[in-house]
Structures are given as structure tokens and as C-alpha cells.
């Protein structure tokens, strides 16, 4: 991959053991990310907006959820809300939607990173990490397609492996590591 290369977003889903591996995501992450970072979680439909307050207390990054027609900004973390797919707008804006689910999920790890595949082509890097089921293999082959960097949580390292283990079986990753080693990696992609 050149080094010159330029990324606009980071794209990431997780189901469950998501919590403990976003905290420790988003704890290696400077206030100053030169990224906007968009993050499914598999979480409760009556959840209330917990996840992002809990993570934006435990980081330097900014952590918020994600508004409707919110334009992305470096340094700052968006958090689908619970119950509604989160998508990007060609624009780089934020939708939200509650069309029917996605594998089971509502918000969808798939329906996200589409989305922003279309919106920020080679300019985005999607990462799949610790989760049961296979949402984010399809979405993430697609971020692939369309010439952006795939990153996949390392299958042994992940509290439940399902999710890692089918994105490496629907593509091949740029990146396969644990979960240590994610925060370092985003860094170093997102240099300039």
C-alpha cells in the first residue's frame, strides 16, 4: 500500500464482547484522531444512549451518538443510536433509517459500511472486530471492491469469533490483528 495514501473515514462494527473491545479502541485514540470514526454496536433495542456517554468518559476522543443529517468531523467517534441502521450520505453526511433489519440487527455492521463505501470509495478503512453472526462480512467486501483497506480483529483474540472469522472467509483482509495492536495500526493509517 503507498504510504501517501490519504483516508477520509474509519468505518468499525462489533457485536457481542463489543463493549470491553471499543473501550480499549477508543482508549488509544488521541483527542486529536485526524479521523471521523463510525461504529455499529450490536446492542439492546431499548437501550438508551449509554454506550457512546460510557465511551466518550473512558476516552480523549470525542464519543458521541450519531445525529440525523450530522456531518462527520475528525475526532470524533459516532455510535449508531440503538434500533436504527446508521448510513453515510454521498455528501459525508449521517441518516438514520429503521428499515427492516439486516441480519438480525438493526443497527447493521453491513448497512453502514455500504453506505460508506459509496460515500468515501478508497478513502475508508472498515474494520470488523469481536462479535456472533456474520454482519460486516458483506459490507466489508465491499469496502474492499471499492478499493478502501479492510481491517479484521484477530479471530483468536476476540471474545466471540464469529464475526472476524466471516469477514476473513468473505475477503481477504489487509490487516488481521488482536485487539492491542487495532488503536496503533488506525494510527498509523490515518498519518498523513
Known amino acids: 500500500m503507498p504510504r501517501n495514501r490519504r483516508f477520509e473515514a474509519i468505518v468499525a462494527g462489533v457485536s457481542s464482547g463489543g463493549v470491553e473491545a471499543l473501550k480499549v479502541l477508543l482508549r488509544g485514540l488521541p483527542r486529536q484522531f485526524p479521523l ?3 461504529i455499529v454496536a ?20 470525542r464519543v458521541k451518538e450519531a445525529d440525523e443529517l450530522e456531518a462527520v468531523e475528525a475526532g470524533t467517534v459516532y455510535i449508531a443510536p440503538p434500533n436504527y441502521h446508521l448510513q453515510v450520505e454521498r455528501d459525508a453526511t449521517l441518516s438514520l433509517s429503521v428499515d427492516a433489519p439486516v441480519r438480525f440487527a438493526r443497527p ?11 460515500a ?25 471492491e471499492s478499493g478502501g483497506v479492510a ?18 472467509d468473505a475477503v481477504t ?15 498509523k493509517l490515518a498519518e498523513v
Open 36 to 38: 471521523p470514526v463510525l
Open 42 to 61: 450490536h446492542i439492546s433495542p431499548e437501550a438508551d444512549n449509554g454506550l457512546a456517554l460510557l465511551l466518550d468518559d473512558l476516552s480523549a476522543i
Open 108 to 118: 447493521s455492521v453491513d448497512v453502514l459500511f455500504d453506505s460508506a463505501a459509496s
Open 120 to 144: 468515501f470509495g478508497p478513502a475508508l478503512i472498515g474494520v470488523v472486530m469481536t462479535g456472533a453472526g456474520a454482519d460486516g462480512s458483506a459490507g466489508l467486501k465491499r469496502i474492499k
Open 151 to 168: 481491517v479484521v480483529q484477530d479471530p483468536d483474540d476476540a471474545e466471540v469469533d464469529s464475526m472476524p472469522r466471516s469477514a476473513i
Open 173 to 187: 483482509p489487509d490487516y488481521v490483528v488482536p485487539l492491542a495492536q487495532l488503536a496503533p495500526l488506525l494510527l
